[in-house]
């Protein structure tokens, strides 16, 4: 499970912290959501309009890795200024913030652009059987039309998790600690409500002679960050994500010392 909206209440208060921790919002701004925001309660008018300021602030940026640049490609989705943040009430967690279209992916701010305009090709439609209904708007990486009209989201997958892990079933969490969208902080304080025991602390793991982030095995669940990389892991450390991923399908922890 990687950089999952998996609990609103933590999501979103993790959100806030890792603005502020990270220089993104003012101490002002803060200490206003922090009085006024309840994020395991019904929506407020008042938070929302605070949350939207927060989110002006990541406007300039990018939210789902907050240390790469942006594209500057004056046809760019990311470029046009004029397209206004996405209005959104929880749990559409995502509904607050521009989608996909201004995620950076490796060393290309701009790769979301050239994918969103291969997609809509009338010939890649076809060959995927995709639109077949012809929709009169475009596809994008996170559609606000879904998101708009998304009402079935759960308020929490943790029951979820907690009946895997108690059915032996084994669970991996994994958080790209650069991503300012669904943050590590928002994952770390989800975890902390199934109120798991600790096998093995916190401790960095390697990928060759370099720290590729640090991991907390649980009884059941191992929680691993992956240093410097945004929302979606593989894009931005794809060595790191492989060796995940395959040491999570052959039930191996990550090394703990380099190689």
């Known amino acids: 499970i990687g950089n999952a909206a998996i609990d609103e209440e933590a999501d979103f208060a993790g959100l806030v912290d890792y603005a502020w921790s990270h220089a993104v919002i003012s101490d002002d701004l803060y ?20 949350l939207d300021m927060l989110f002006g602030n990541y406007s300039v940026i990018d939210i789902y890795d907050i240390y790469a640049p942006v594209c500057l490609d004056k046809n760019s989705q990311r470029s046009r200024r004029s397209l206004p943040v996405i209005a959104g009430v929880r749990p559409k967690l995502f509904a607050k913030s521009k989608p996909m279209s201004k995620r950076p992916a490796g060393s290309d701010p701009c790769v979301a652009d050239y ?14 059987h995709a639109n077949v209904t012809n929709l009169s708007y475009n596809w994008t990486h996170c559609s606000s039309y879904v998101l708009t009209s998304w009402s079935d989201a759960p308020f929490s997958m943790l ?36 109120r798991l025991n600790t096998i093995e602390e916190w401790t960095p793991w390697y990928s060759d002679k370099q720290v590729g982030g640090w991991r907390v095995i649980y009884d059941g669940l191992t929680f691993v960050t992956v240093r ?18 395959a040491h999570f399908l052959s039930n191996q922890q990550l090394p703990v010392e380099p190689f």
């Open 31 to 50: 200490h206003h959501i922090k009085q006024t925001c309840n994020f395991g309660l019904p929506e407020d008018d008042s938070c929302d309009l605070l």
């Open 115 to 128: 994918t969103e305009a291969y997609f809509n090709r009338a010939d890649v439609q076809k060959a995927l």
């Open 159 to 194: 029951p979820t998790i907690k009946r895997l892990v108690d059915g032996g079933i084994r669970v991996w969490v994994f958080s790209g600690d650069f991503d300012g969208r669904v943050p590590v902080i928002s994952t770390r304080y989800a975890l902390n409500k199934l």
């Open 228 to 245: 410097a990389a945004g929302h979606e892991v593989p894009t931005f450390k794809p060595k790191e994500a492989q060796q995940l991923v």
